[in-house]
């Protein structure tokens, strides 16, 4: 079974750009959660989506948006980006339910410049 | 909402040695508590997760200990290897709240 994709692996965007990040979870995943991971600051969790519906969100700002498309699919987009916005962002998916195990993908690396 | 402390942030033991870290955790009804491994340039991987009802459990040099009533758990890794050395981070979630990750401990086993 193919595991979590995330696409692009890395990119450079500038300051003030937007970015998009790409998840296909795991076959038969249906629950899809964004991180964002940085040297210091460990996974911080951004946002959780389940049947299309965001169902967890973290403390990020309104530049930080996502979505899940009905084959499960998700994407997260960075608007108007700044430097402190270069992480690794990794994307889990899980099957629904308590006690799930979450599965990452390899993550997107985002330099901002 | 959850908070996950984890200690110690870095940890450096003999090869062959014990290693155990900590994390405690704030909300009482947590239920379900992971351990993820993150090797270099690589994603975190579970290694091992209890839950509430258990207290200890064990996957052959790696154990986790549960302690609701102190609100902490604890991961211990025994005859430690080069291959151990690693990033490593606990997490809490109650039911389908989100996973709260601590801060991660390195660990670097000394040949």
């Known amino acids: 079974k193919a595991g979590v994709t995330q696409t692009p692996r890395y990119l450079i965007k500038t300051r003030g750009q937007q970015v998009t990040l790409s998840c296909s979870p795991i076959?038969?995943?249906?629950?899809v959660s964004w991180y964002q991971q940085t040297p210091g600051q460990g996974l911080q969790f951004l946002f959780e989506y389940f049947s299309e519906t965001q169902r967890n969100k973290g403390n990020f700002p309104g530049r930080f948006s996502g979505r899940q498309f009905s084959n499960s699919r998700s994407e997260m987009n960075v608007s108007t980006l700044e430097l402190g916005d270069s992480a690794l962002y990794l994307c889990?998916?899980?099957?629904?339910?308590?006690?799930?195990?979450?599965?990452f993908g390899e993550g997107s690396w985002l330099t901002v410049v | 909402g959850e908070n996950v402390e984890q200690h110690p942030s870095t940890l450096s033991v003999q090869e062959g040695d014990s290693a155990v870290i900590k994390c405690t955790y704030s909300?009482?009804?947590?239920?379900?508590f992971p351990w993820y491994k993150q090797e270099l340039g690589k994603r975190p991987q579970l290694i091992i997760d209890i839950r509430s009802n258990v207290g200890e459990k064990k996957d052959q040099r790696i154990a986790v200990t549960l302690n609701k009533t102190a609100k902490h758990f604890s991961l211990h890794i025994t005859e430690t290897q080069p291959e151990d050395s690693a990033v490593y981070f606990c997490a809490a979630r109650f039911g389908n709240e989100k996973l709260t990750f601590g801060t991660g401990t390195r660990l670097t086993i000394i040949p």
């Open positions: 889990a998916s899980s099957l629904p339910g308590q006690g799930r195990t979450i599965y």
């Open positions: 076959s038969g995943h249906r629950s």
């Open positions: 909300d009482s009804a947590s239920n379900y």
